[in-house]
């Protein structure tokens, strides 16, 4: 499946990204770009559309710390919500981990069989 498994295959994603955004092999990747290119929405959640008053206290003031992000998977378009109340450093982590590559990866030719939305 993989040359050396999954790790090598992420790192291969990694520079396959870093090339089409024209940044060294070595270069920060910062999750934000990386998002806009892969046409991934980044909301918090107060931005989402909809959201009850009741939600987002839940979600903010009454237990912050029960999450950090969720990606959704709607039609063609994708988007990861994450928690506001979370630093900077933290929100940019949840991204890069809450499959801001995986969840466009069914739209990609570089698909793993281990990531469906």
């Keep these: 499946m993989y040359d050396r498994g999954f790790k090598s295959w992420c790192e291969k994603v990694a520079l396959q990204q870093r090339r089409e ?3 060294r092999p070595t270069a920060p990747l910062d999750p934000l770009t990386l998002a806009k290119h892969l046409d ?3 909301w918090t959640a107060d931005e989402v559309p909809g959201v009850s008053h009741q939600a987002l206290r839940v979600l903010t003031e009454e237990d912050p710390d029960s999450w950090s992000a969720v990606t959704l998977c709607a039609g063609t378009k ?3 919500i994450v ?3 979370h630093r900077d450093g933290r929100r ?5 981990h809450e499959p801001i590559s995986l969840s466009a990866m069914n739209q990609r030719e570089w698909t793993s069989p ?3 939305c």
Excluded: F, G
């Design 92 to 96: 940019a982590s949840d991204i890069m």
């Design 83 to 85: 928690n506001p109340k």
């Design 114 to 116: 281990m990531m469906d």
């Design 21 to 23: 955004l024209l940044l």
């Design 78 to 80: 994708d988007v990861i």
């Design 40 to 42: 991934i929405l980044v």
